[in-house]
């Protein structure tokens, strides 16, 4: 498979994890090229995601790494082969370069197996309606042009499609009492998105939970992330929004451990979900 000088997230995601299995096995670039018969330079691009690989090359690596765990082998075989081409491929060559990594976002949720999110003053991209969305983009410092909000928009709208496909993944989400009081676009506007959220929180697999205002020592690092369930534990991710518009990822082990303790204390200081419909139906009651 010819090489490529942009490799997504995903395709950089699994080289990593080729990394890693060769570094527990000890082996060096240069032994491990050794052992599997190719060159050091090759070993290089298929750990950088630059060079794509078949299922049979990986599971013939991970063997030759001792790797005897058939579940993560299993996983990382999914992700061979060349990109997928989703929808979000045609954004990859019309967004800023900063703004590349929510293709990647875009990417990563579709193959996600499960979506949890917190959120403290915004509601969750995936659960916006247009003009709530729209009001965000229309605040962003320095002000976009009009047609790179419709852009972003676009975007951001096809993204909520996951949640709507056929088999979709389990989606929760954790917001702050804040996050329904920030009256962006108004209160037309306000009343629209809550009653969204509210028609979202009823489908079976969406689960949305609010903590509310007096409710004391709930973990947050402070700002908004997802995590991305992955098909098994090794391979989730954590995505920080960051003040400039890049995404941030995470993926090392004791960070996912980090994320997966702070949403858990998180869920275990909201309202349940009944209890949160009441709360967000009130909250619409009082616009």
Not at 14 to 39: D, Q
Not at 63 to 70: G, I, M, R, V
Not at 110 to 124: D, E, F, N, Q, T
């Amino acid at each position: 498979m010819p090489p490529t000088n942009s490799p997504t997230l995903r395709q950089r995601r699994l080289g990593a994890e080729l990394r890693k299995l060769r570094e527990r096995a000890g082996f060096t670039a240069t032994s491990a090229a050794g052992l599997l018969g190719v060159n050091q330079a090759r070993v290089s691009m298929i750990e950088t995601g630059r060079t794509p690989i078949s299922s049979d090359r990986l599971r013939s690596m991970a063997h030759a790494y001792d790797c005897s765990d058939e579940e993560l082998i299993d996983a990382l075989a999914t992700m061979t082969g060349r990109r997928t081409r989703g929808w979000w491929e045609e954004y990859r060559d019309h967004v800023p370069v900063a703004l590349v990594d929510l293709v990647d976002l875009a990417e990563l949720e579709h193959h996600a197996s499960g979506l949890r999110v917190a959120l403290l003053i915004h509601i969750p991209a995936l659960l916006q309606t247009t003009d709530h969305a729209r009001s965000l983009f229309r605040a962003v410092v320095p002000p976009m042009r009009q047609y790179e909000i419709e852009h972003r928009l676009t975007h951001r709208m096809k993204r909520q499609g996951i949640l709507h496909r056929a088999e979709p993944p389990p989606y929760t989400a954790v917001l702050h009492e804040a996050a329904l009081r920030m009256d962006f676009g108004g209160p037309v506007v306000a009343r629209e998105q809550l009653q969204h959220l509210l028609d979202m929180s009823e489908l079976p697999h969406v689960t949305v939970r609010v903590i509310p205002f007096g409710t004391n020592h709930f973990p947050t690092t402070g700002q908004s992330f997802d995590y991305v369930e992955g098909p098994v534990p090794q391979l989730d991710t954590t995505q920080l929004d960051s003040h400039h518009g890049a995404c941030e990822f995470l993926d090392a082990e004791a960070q996912l451990c980090k994320y997966r303790a702070v949403l858990d204390r998180m869920e275990s200081c909201a309202l349940d979900r009944a209890k949160t419909r009441d709360f967000i139906h009130q909250r619409i009651q009082d616009l």
